[in-house]
C-alpha cells in the first residue's frame, strides 16, 4: 500500500486570504503533501464569544479561494458533526477516514506555543505524522520548553520557510469596517464576493 501525505489545515477562515493561501502552498511545496484538506470550523472552542460569519459564507469564500489550487480540497469533518471541535478529535476521525496517508496537522507558531493548553494535546500528537509549523512574524516558541510539557513533540515539529507576512482576517474586517483598502490581501474571487454580498461592514 502506497502511503501519501497528506496536510490538515483548519481554521475559521473569515475570510481567506492571501497568507492563507501563500502558507498552504509553501506547506505543501516544502512537506511533500500530496493534497492539502481544508478544515473550516463551524465555531472554533476557543473563541466562544467572538462574532463569526455565517458558515455557509465562509464556506463560499474558501471554495472560491481554493477553486483553481489541484492539491486542494475542503474538508467536511467539522461541518456535519455537531460541535464543540477539538483538534484533537479531528485528526482521530480523519486518521480512521484515511488509514492510507500520514497526517500533517499544520499550524502557526502562536498556536504551537499555546498547544499544552489545547484539549487533549498528546492526543493530537498520536494522531498525525507531524506538525507543520507556518512561522509568523514576532511569534516565539522554545522547544525545550515544549518538550518538558509535551514529551515527544520536538520530533514532530517541521518549521515551514515562507514569507512573514502581516495579513489577518480580524485586520482584513477592521478594514473594510472602517473604509480602508483590502483589495490586494485577498483573492479577487474572494474580494468581490465580499463587496457583492456587504460583507463585514
Same mark, same amino acid.
Given at each position: 500500500?502506497?502511503?501519501?501525505?497528506?496536510?490538515?489545515?483548519?481554521?475559521?477562515?473569515?475570510?481567506?486570504?492571501?497568507?492563507?493561501?501563500?502558507?498552504?502552498?509553501?506547506?505543501?511545496?516544502?512537506?511533500?503533501?500530496?493534497?492539502?484538506?481544508?478544515?473550516?470550523?463551524?465555531?472554533?472552542?476557543?473563541?466562544?464569544?467572538?462574532?463569526?460569519?455565517?458558515?455557509?459564507?465562509?464556506?463560499?469564500?474558501?471554495?472560491?479561494?481554493?477553486? %483553481?489550487? =489541484?492539491?486542494? *480540497? @475542503? +474538508?467536511?469533518? $467539522? &461541518?456535519?458533526?455537531?460541535?464543540?471541535?477539538?483538534?484533537?478529535?479531528?485528526?482521530?476521525?480523519?486518521?480512521?477516514?484515511?488509514?492510507?496517508?500520514?497526517?500533517?496537522?499544520?499550524?502557526?507558531?502562536?498556536?504551537?506555543?499555546?498547544?499544552?493548553?489545547?484539549?487533549?494535546?498528546?492526543?493530537?500528537?498520536?494522531?498525525?505524522?507531524?506538525?507543520?509549523?507556518?512561522?509568523?512574524?514576532?511569534?516565539?516558541?522554545?522547544?525545550?520548553?515544549?518538550?518538558?510539557?509535551?514529551?515527544?513533540?520536538?520530533?514532530?515539529?517541521?518549521?515551514? %520557510?515562507? =514569507?512573514?507576512? *502581516? @495579513? +489577518?482576517?480580524? $485586520? &482584513?474586517?477592521?478594514?473594510?469596517?472602517?473604509?480602508?483598502?483590502?483589495?490586494?490581501?485577498?483573492?479577487?474571487?474572494?474580494?468581490?464576493?465580499?463587496?457583492?454580498?456587504?460583507?463585514?461592514?
Amino acid at each position: 500500500m502506497t502511503v501519501t501525505r497528506t496536510g490538515v489545515f483548519g481554521g475559521t477562515f473569515d475570510p481567506p486570504h492571501l497568507g492563507h493561501l501563500i502558507l498552504a502552498a509553501e506547506a505543501q511545496a516544502q512537506l511533500g503533501l500530496a493534497r492539502l484538506l481544508w478544515v473550516l470550523t463551524a465555531q472554533p472552542p476557543h473563541k466562544p464569544e467572538q462574532p463569526i460569519s455565517a458558515l455557509e459564507r465562509r464556506l463560499a469564500m474558501l471554495e472560491l479561494a481554493i477553486a %483553481d489550487d =489541484p492539491y486542494s *480540497e @475542503i +474538508s467536511r469533518v $467539522e &461541518i456535519d458533526r455537531p460541535g464543540p471541535h477539538f483538534a484533537a478529535d479531528t485528526l482521530q476521525l480523519m486518521q480512521a477516514r484515511y488509514p492510507e496517508t500520514e497526517l500533517v496537522y499544520l499550524m502557526g507558531g502562536d498556536s504551537l506555543r499555546d498547544l499544552p493548553n489545547w484539549q487533549r494535546p498528546s492526543d493530537l500528537l498520536a494522531a498525525c505524522r507531524f506538525i507543520g509549523v507556518m512561522r509568523r512574524p514576532r511569534d516565539s516558541v522554545d522547544l525545550s520548553a515544549l518538550e518538558r510539557l509535551l514529551p515527544g513533540i520536538q520530533a514532530k515539529v517541521r518549521f515551514v %520557510d515562507a =514569507p512573514l507576512l *502581516e @495579513i +489577518s482576517s480580524r $485586520e &482584513i474586517r477592521q478594514r473594510i469596517r472602517s473604509g480602508g483598502h483590502f483589495r490586494y490581501y485577498l483573492p479577487e474571487a474572494v474580494y468581490k464576493y465580499i463587496v457583492q454580498q456587504k460583507l463585514y461592514i
